[in-house]
């Protein structure tokens, strides 16, 4: 009815995830590191519904705009770098950072 379609407003939901991929490895760049220690690479998976995914990447919600850029200066912190020859910051890697936006409608 019409009473209920504008009763109903959109909830949106934001989530985030950051990885690096070095040296053939998945690490989450978002997992804590506690002195200095190396985490366990993660998997690539594939599920015949989604589609494909990373086993064991943490996912962080969302709720403001500082919260996102601490986030992702973590991850950049994180990240593993060597100098090579032409670049004394070089990460010889791939980082991916996904913002997941979801709306749903809520009563």
């Known amino acids: 009815s019409r009473e209920n379609r504008c009763a109903t407003r959109p909830v949106i939901q934001v989530s985030l995830s ?10 989450d760049l978002l997992a804590p590191v506690e002195g200095g220690n190396v985490h366990k690479p993660l998997a690539m998976r594939e599920n015949p519904a989604s589609g494909f995914y990373v086993e064991g990447l ?9 919260h996102a850029v601490s986030l992702i200066n973590l991850g950049l ?3 593993k770098i060597a100098a090579t020859d032409l670049n004394s910051t070089s990460s010889r890697s791939h980082t991916v950072m996904t913002l997941k936006i979801q709306r749903s409608e809520s009563v």
Do not use: K, S
């Open 18 to 27: 950051f990885l690096q991929i070095y040296l053939e490895n998945l690490n």
């Open 58 to 66: 943490r996912e962080f919600p969302i709720t403001t705009y500082h």
């Open 77 to 79: 912190e994180n990240r």
